[in-house]
């Protein structure tokens, strides 16, 4: 596959970032073959994400979304900026905003979200580690899904299971999630290459 045919991504982050920072570390590594990570949306700063980016050379883009009078509005300016660099897949890590309507149109079926739970356990919420933990779940993990117009559903494409040891804490099980994060966002990536190699 050349440089031309490689699959053009985009990620969207409002946090500071971790499993964004780490996926582009690890591209600038040499871990995506069939990929280029063209652009991150960021909000906030300090960013880890914006770090590794730049670090990267890969082009970085703020836009906030207080300075947009609607989530619409925000979400159309983010739209432009993908279409006008040919963008063909978007991945959500650590974006806390519901993808619109406009957004699932431009982009049906490419728009990638990763949550800390197992489907479909603990969706719908930010807090589904803590919730794992409060409920005394033996078992939790990742899944990275397709997003839909349902909140936390649509096309499961990877799960990684993380098992939490007797008398665990947020502060000690946030390092596996953290881990796995990482190698189940190459993962995903990997999987959608080998979905394009097959067309």
Not at 54 to 71: M, N, T, V, W, Y
Not at 127 to 143: D, F, N, P, R
Request: contains cysteine; charged residues 30%.
């Amino acid at each position: 596959m050349s440089t031309d045919q490689k699959l053009k991504w985009a990620i969207l982050v409002t946090g500071w970032g971790r499993n964004a920072k780490d996926t582009i570390e690890a591209y600038a590594k040499g871990s995506l073959k069939n990929s280029d990570i063209r652009l991150l949306i960021y909000q906030t700063e300090p960013s880890g994400a914006l770090d590794a980016a730049r670090e990267a050379g890969i082009e970085a883009l703020q836009i906030i979304r207080k300075d947009f009078g609607s989530p619409e509005e925000y979400q159309q300016e983010i739209i432009k900026e993908l279409k006008d660099r040919d963008i063909d897949y978007i991945l959500l890590l650590s974006y806390k905003y519901i993808v619109r309507a406009d957004m699932l149109a431009a982009f049906p079926d490419r728009i990638i979200n990763i949550h800390p739970s197992l489907f479909p356990s603990f969706l719908a919420t930010t807090t589904a580690i803590q919730e794992a933990l409060e409920y005394g779940v033996k078992i939790s993990g990742i899944t990275t899904h397709i997003i839909d117009d349902k909140i936390d559903e649509g096309t499961i494409l990877c799960q990684e299971p993380i098992r939490f040891d007797e008398g665990e804490t947020f502060e000690s099980v946030y390092p596996k999630f953290a881990k796995t994060g990482g190698k189940i966002i190459l993962d995903t990536i990997s999987l959608i290459e080998k979905k394009h190699n097959k067309t």
